[in-house]
């Protein structure tokens, strides 16, 4: 496609529970990279892919978070028993060639 | 101390107005600079890039880094009500070991008709 698609808009979780949340790049798109973004708009970079692979994961909390990018899948963030710190706007964006990144319009995460 | 400070504002400005939106930096690493508008419950949206020194203009929109000073601006002229949103100013380090952005905090600009 030609727009960063991320589902579901809006996800709501009791504490402990699983998230998956999705993101389908801009078709051609190599890179993807999944941002967080919480109070007073601080963006908080998780995870990168370059295709199928790991490209960055300094971002990444160590415990809890996963990130997965399979060909011919959407790219999926799954966040294992939930917190209430968890709670924000998860944002994916890709890119081409690393020059610019094109962004969804997120994953709202309530924890509950 | 953060990495990129932005004025948070929020600013208010009548509609015709110059607005000035700036941010400086401590990383002298950072080559790619970038301003992003987000309306409210919305993804962040490229309105310019520009990659070091120098200045990019395109429409209503001005771009200007000052690597020497560590310090980018955006510049929009005859603002309008719709350019109500947060402006965020976006870098990273194009070429190293990663190419993750990071933000400004955004300034939430309000142009009143």
């Known amino acids: 496609g030609e727009e960063v698609a991320q589902t579901p808009k809006h996800l709501v979780r009791g504490e402990g529970q699983k998230a998956k949340l999705y993101c389908a790049p801009i078709?051609?798109?190599?890179?993807v990279f999944w941002y967080q973004q919480v109070l007073k708009n601080e963006f908080k970079f998780l995870i990168s892919f370059q295709n199928e692979n790991v490209f960055d994961e300094t971002g990444m909390p160590k415990e809890r978070f996963s990130a997965k990018c399979l060909p011919n899948s959407p790219c999926s963030l799954e966040i294992q028993a939930t917190k209430l710190e968890d709670s924000a706007v998860y944002f994916c964006?890709?890119?081409?060639?690393?020059?610019?990144?094109?962004f969804g319009a997120g994953t709202r995460l309530s924890v509950l | 101390q953060k990495e990129v400070e932005q004025d948070p504002g929020p600013l208010s400005v009548p509609e015709g107005a110059i607005v000035s939106l700036n941010c400086t930096y401590s990383?002298?690493?950072?080559?790619?600079f970038m301003w992003y508008r987000q309306y409210s419950r919305k993804g962040p949206e490229l309105l310019m890039y520009?990659?070091?020194?120098g200045n990019k203009e395109d429409g209503r929109f001005t771009a200007q880094v000052d690597k020497s000073s560590k310090y980018i601006s955006l510049f929009i002229r005859d603002s309008q009500p719709s350019d109500s949103a947060t402006y965020l100013c976006?870098?990273?380090?194009?070429?190293?070991?990663?190419?993750?952005?990071?933000f400004g905090t955004g300034t939430l600009l309000a142009v009143q008709p």
């Open positions: 990383n002298s690493a950072f080559q790619y």
């Open positions: 976006a870098m990273s380090e194009l070429g190293g070991a990663t190419n993750k952005l990071i």
């Open positions: 078709k051609g798109h190599s890179y």
């Open positions: 964006a890709s890119s081409h060639n690393l020059d610019i990144q094109y």
């Open positions: 520009t990659y070091s020194s």
